[in-house]
């Protein structure tokens, strides 16, 4: 059976930092591309970031680079994203996804995590 189980959300304050994790069980996390999603209440689900099959490639949505980092560790079958300098405007339900091929849309993703909330206070 397929899981995506996210972890390590939270109420942070502004400027505060917040590791997520990933664990991915039921397939093998290294054929498949990841990425991190978000939600704010009232707006459609946004791509975040994403990270190639080796962890060497990775993107980000503009209002996330220099502050989030994304990696994966195959042999735990987990991937993260390192939230820094966080903004009341990061606050979301943050979800995790695999796909086979890299894409940036929410629609193509086969797989999904049940999210993990992250509220960023002013």
């Known amino acids: 059976q397929v899981q995506l189980v996210e972890s390590g959300g939270g109420l942070v304050q502004a400027g505060g930092s917040l590791r997520l994790s990933c664990a991915a069980s039921?397939?093998?996390?290294?054929?498949?591309?990841m990425g991190w999603f978000r939600q704010a209440p009232g707006k459609e689900r946004e791509f975040v970031a994403g990270i190639s099959w080796g962890g060497g490639m990775t993107s980000y949505i503009d209002a996330v680079k220099g502050r989030f980092t994304i990696s994966r560790d195959n042999a735990k079958s987990t991937v993260y994203l390192q939230l820094n300098s966080l903004k009341p405007e990061d606050t979301a339900v943050y979800y995790c996804?695999?796909?086979?091929?890299?894409?940036?849309?929410?629609?193509?993703?086969?797989?999904w995590g049940q999210g993990t909330q992250v509220t960023v206070s002013s």
């Open positions: 039921g397939f093998t996390i290294s054929n498949y591309y």
């Open positions: 996804a695999a796909r086979n091929s890299r894409s940036l849309d929410a629609r193509n993703y086969n797989y």
